[in-house]
């Protein structure tokens, strides 16, 4: 058994991997810092196949895959992304086009080569790492939460059109609320609001993905905040969330 992993060398992803490997699953991981795959390949039990790869960068996508095509993979997790914090108008545009190319072009190439893959073999999981904030607008992470909204979408459209070809494929989205990973740091945050530890949000997700669940929201608090971006109006929820981002710059 094989779980493929993009992102794997710090939070989510690392402790996804850790997961997986005790459930017997060899890994294949995929980021930028070599250092810490192999790091991680001493930690599990099982075999660990680091490719070091930029995921901003479109022909890397289709290099990973085409390394990994022939490979017996059950699962794929494309967990890799990142955010950044503060004002739209102030913010770097060219370090926004780098999130919306791992946060959203990354993870729609690769759904999209895995998902052929999947249908031809008739089995398979695809689980795409969204956000709680792909429910609602996200001022101060405005461009953050666009992107998950992009993948939560992408991806419930597919697991319904899946759905209708009968297959045995499975896709869902995992959306979690605030974890305790490098996230923060990476987006520029400057304090840390209230978060769950990634090795539970890692074993949840695992669980309900190996449940075929569609949309996944780790956590009680994160749950009702997603009723919340339903039911409450949108200037509501914007307002709220704009005070929440605003206690981490
Ligand atoms: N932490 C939260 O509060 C939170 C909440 C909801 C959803 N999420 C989502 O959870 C996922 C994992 O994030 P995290 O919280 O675990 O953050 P993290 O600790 O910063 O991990 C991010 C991972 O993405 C990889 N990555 C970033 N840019 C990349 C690139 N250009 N090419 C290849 N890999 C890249 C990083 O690897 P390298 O730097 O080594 O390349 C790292 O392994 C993300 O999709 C994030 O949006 C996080």
Redesign the pocket.
Known sequence: MTAFI?????????QLAKHLSTLGYDIIA????GD?LEKLAGEIETRLTPIV????VESECHRIFDTVRDSDIDIVIN?????LLGEFSKADLSREM?MID??CR?PHILTKLFLAKFLEENKGYILN?????GFMPGPLLAS?YAT?AYLVSLTRAIHEEIRHSGKNVYIGCA????????????ASGKAKIK?RP?SWVAEYCVRKMLARKLTIIPGLEVKLSAIGAKLLPAKLMMRMTYKIQKKKL
């Open positions: 993009t992102g794997a060398s710090s939070g989510l992803g690392y995929i980021a930028r810092r810490r790869a930029d995921l901003s967990n890799a992304g990142f955010g780098q791992v946060n990354a790492v969204c956000s709680v904030g953050y998950k959306c979690p609320g605030p974890i305790d990973t490098e996230f923060n740091e990476v978060s990634a």
